[in-house]
């Protein structure tokens, strides 16, 4: 721009913005235990979060979703919220036992109505709905029959979708089957430090086809009622998995755990089959017997995008004979491991920066996913889905929350999309985790993700200065030169 005085004419040049493609979303996102509350409102029933956040000693401190950030009660707020921020999009999850009390038979109306008053007051700030249909609470009466290792569960699943489907195919063009559907399988089932906490591997790899198997039979229940405009897809959370060395061990150390946890997923999603070498390798736990006729053709749908949930990389090694202790993997505290036939595998922490949550911050793990995928699957479009960070965040005497630790997160691992659509990735739009501060899993409240900080005691939003710059980043579609 340039101004003008009675004695000289300034030309001052704007900071160069690397900006993004038209069209861009720029949004948040958010998981309904993390955030609802109101867990026996409206004929809600228990999750296996809710079950397992009041068994004594899962979560740290005691905390439960019970409450969590109100947003049953505060939703409305909360999207004038979003629309302060200049979010173009927004990524929620449906509460199964909201909706389907028991995990089979029809809707309760009322769990719905949250919904579809939810999508309509998205829509009316210009905010794209994006509905995630399992993020982790699975009706507590269907574990109790089994859960996720039973295959009964991929087919009420499957149900539960198309219900949801036809309540809000009207208005929300943009679907999500399963989040993570790793940490379900993995966490849940054999290290057990999420829910529903058991510790058996075999049932950990029949978890993991059976949600494979739940994806395939959603998306077609989905594509039977929604509109053919509807987009449908998946959010997964590759381990961008790197050897510590080059040495053949610790090489083939990365590719047991990339078997573990990539390829259990991309192979039946993207290519029809099991990898040979997980099969192998998981022998000892399981025979596969599992996997009947037509599953794989049942899991192999086309895919309208695909989420890709990114917070920091793997670095592992084959175990020393004088590494003794827990062998850390990001994961949380166990006994068990959540890697099948692999206790023998280290896992290492990257030098340099780390977040609250102890995990590096490595932007450059964000371009290699993002061009493996596109490598992987041309021409299905990728959604970064989730990335964000956990600081230790306060508020000062002002009433004010400054996060630059955040800022610079953001702006490292945007920068790094970036990279990868100048490299060719089709990167159609970024969901920051999280909105807001909220109920993070077995570490309860301890963790503070949100752009906005919340006051549990009083429930106050307080946006952060990592908002601010989002807010200015969403505006503009693009991120300025420096901070």
Not at 145 to 170: K, S
Not at 265 to 277: E, I, R, S, W
Request: glycine letters at 10%.
């Amino acid at each position: 721009m340039t101004t003008t005085d009675n004695t000289s004419t300034t030309t001052v040049t704007a900071p160069h913005r690397t900006q993004f493609p038209t069209g861009f979303l720029w949004g948040a996102a958010t998981a309904a235990y993390q955030i609802e509350g109101a867990v026996r409102e409206d004929g809600r029933t228990p999750s296996i979060w809710d079950t397992f956040s009041h068994t004594p000693g899962k979560v740290e401190n005691g905390d439960t979703g019970d409450v969590a950030v109100d947003h049953y009660h505060r939703w409305r707020d909360d999207v004038r919220l979003m629309a302060d921020l200049g979010l173009t999009s927004y990524r929620f999850s449906v509460a199964w036992p909201r909706v389907q009390p028991t995990g089979r038979g029809p809707a309760v109306q009322r769990g719905l109505d949250f919904y579809r008053g939810l999508v309509d007051e998205l829509l009316s700030h210009g905010i794209k709905p994006v509905v995630t249909l399992y993020h982790w609470d699975l009706p507590q009466e269907l574990e109790s029959a089994g859960g996720w290792p039973e295959r009964d569960t991929a087919h009420r699943f499957a149900e539960y979708a198309g219900i949801v489907g036809e309540a809000l195919g009207d208005r929300v063009e943009s679907w999500v089957t399963l989040n993570e559907p790793w940490c379900s399988a993995f966490l849940g089932y054999s290290s057990g430090v999420h829910a529903p906490g058991r510790t058996d591997p075999a049932a950990a790899l029949r978890a993991a086809h059976h949600l494979n198997l739940g994806h395939g039979l959603a998306t077609q229940a989905l594509r039977s009622v929604l509109p053919a405009r509807a987009g449908i897809g998946i959010s997964l959370n590759p381990s961008v998995v790197r050897a510590l060395t080059e040495s053949p061990a610790d090489l083939d150390a990365k590719r047991r755990i990339d078997a573990l946890a990539n390829r259990v997923f991309t192979g039946p999603l993207l290519k029809g089959a099991y990898p040979q070498d997980l099969i192998d390798d998981t022998a000892r736990v399981t025979d596969w017997s599992f996997v009947q006729d037509g599953d794989l053709a049942s899991i192999h749908q086309p895919l309208d995008f695909i989420g890709l949930n990114y917070y920091t990389p793997a670095v592992v090694s084959a175990a020393r004979p004088d590494q003794d202790g827990p062998r850390l993997d990001g994961h949380g505290a166990s006994d068990h491991s959540p890697w099948p036939a692999a206790d023998d595998i280290a896992f290492h922490h990257a030098p340099g920066e780390v977040t609250a949550m102890n995990w590096p911050v490595d932007p450059t793990g964000l371009t290699d996913l993002l061009l493996d995928y596109t490598a992987q699957a041309p021409g299905v479009p990728l959604y970064v889905t989730e990335n964000g960070a956990a600081y230790d965040d306060v508020v000062d005497a002002d009433g004010r929350v400054h996060d630059p630790d955040r800022i610079r997160y953001l702006h490292g691992h945007l920068g790094a999309i970036h990279d990868a659509i100048r490299a060719g990735a089709d990167v159609r739009g970024y969901f920051l985790w999280s909105l807001l501060d909220n109920f993070e899993w077995a570490y309860g409240y301890g963790k503070r993700f949100g752009a906005v900080y919340v006051d549990y005691e009083t429930q106050a939003r307080i946006p952060k200065s990592s908002a601010a710059w989002y807010a200015q980043v969403a505006r503009t579609g693009g991120l300025p030169a420096t901070d």
